[in-house]
């Protein structure tokens, strides 16, 4: 993509693990290259390490000053309070009818917006009788709507709507806050070298709809909570705002803007990454009409059809290698969230280095994940069926560098996020072929990518969708 040019200098450099150069006020600065030194940072010394001061600047004010931000013993407590939220019967039994009536809603809706006229796209392109129904899309929003739903109903008990109504409050506070801008690098560079309250006064029309959007998604935090303290909270069973109030960091009834925090978190840690990942997913499809058919074969054969109204199960997903094999390879050649840092709060060690404090480590799944050294020459291809081979696996860690696993592996998603883009998909892979609508991405590096939180096409991705029958 863009950055492949930068990618193939930094994978001349001879290494072990670590390339460290000089950034600002000749501060030491380290950039990883493999799985082993990222678990080292990530895992094995994990609070050795916290958040760069400038990412609480850059993020803070969009993802809210909750668990993403708590270091040492408040995360571990915060974190302990949600296990129930995350745990995989709650994901089996409770989740998963809620992540496929979403999807099949998706379905539903997008058919009914490619069946209609739209003012903001081309649809639809055939309509006569016997012509397949057919548009063109606009799938990154359509995916973000999709996972704000399933976020609101899953983990708050609310339905935002946003599928049906994307006029709704919290989906247009997100677009302000996320849509694309020239001056969002340079808030990016002031945040590094200025504390949030200087670069929240630069009188530019990007911070001005930050603010803006921010304000509005506080607003509904807030009006959540409101109304799970006016019920029964404890009914909310599994519920976030249940689970949080209940960490001794912070009680419900006290503390709600820490609370408002903590909700504004999830809220965009849990849709915007996966509505990136479906983005990539639709994109690399369209690229790849053998995967997708191969893909859309599977699905069909095994699952019933979103039109039918039958629920489905964590079993008959996983059922299907293909679909989780394509996930899985997605998440891995277009990690949604394409870097990381931290830095040393105290002198530790990454392998054999020694890393003084103060010191500022890159982690860049992007990079890693592409690297030929370490996964061949077919690190650079889109290729679901590395996941059948064995050797070397690619396999992801659990979602948000688990701290406390064993297992040395690079980034990937926890049992939430894979579920719901499973479900996600296979309705949409199963109902929808799925072109290009501009061939020349069919490059990748034709594909611009926007600088906001997760890695996504700073000009959305326009795909031609045909209502396929049969099924
Ligand atoms: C494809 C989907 C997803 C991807 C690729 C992804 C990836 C990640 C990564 C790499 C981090 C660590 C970031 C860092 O340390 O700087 C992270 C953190 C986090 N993610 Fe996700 N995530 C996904 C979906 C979700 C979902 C669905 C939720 C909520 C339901 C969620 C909630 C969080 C939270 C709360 C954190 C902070 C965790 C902590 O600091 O302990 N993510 N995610």
Redesign the pocket.
Known sequence: MGQTSRLTKLRAIPNNGTIRYLGPFNRGRFFLTTPETLADV?VNRAYDWE?PKH?RTNLGRILGF?????EGDV?RI??KA?TP??KSRHIRDDLYPIFWAKACECVAELIKHISTRHKDDWGPKASGKGNPVSGTVEVSGWASRA?LDI?GV??LGHDFQALKSPEGELIQAYSKIFAPSSHSWTLFILGMIFPPWVVSLVPLKANRDIKAGVKSVRNVCRQLIKEASAGDARKADGGWIYCLSLSSQMHFYHDTEALVDQLM??LI???E??A??MTWVIYLLAVYPDIQETLRQEVRENLPSPAWGQGITKHNIDRLPYLTTVCLEV?WCF???PL???VAIRDTRIGDVHIPAGSEVF?V?WAINKSERLWSKDALHFNPRWWLKTVPARSPIE?????ETENIKP????N???E??TCLLAAWVGRFKMELHDPELAVYKNVKIGGGITARPNKGMYINMTVLDGW
Request: no cysteine.
């Open positions: 990530l958040k990412f909750g668990l993403y931000f708590a995360h915060q974190r949600l939220v995350f996972t976020i899953a983990g978190t999830f840690a849990g849709h990454t996966t990136a990942a998440l990690p949604p969230l990381t840092a931290r982690l799944p979602d948000g560098g688990d701290r980034f990937g998603v926890a939430f996020a894979k719901e883009f």
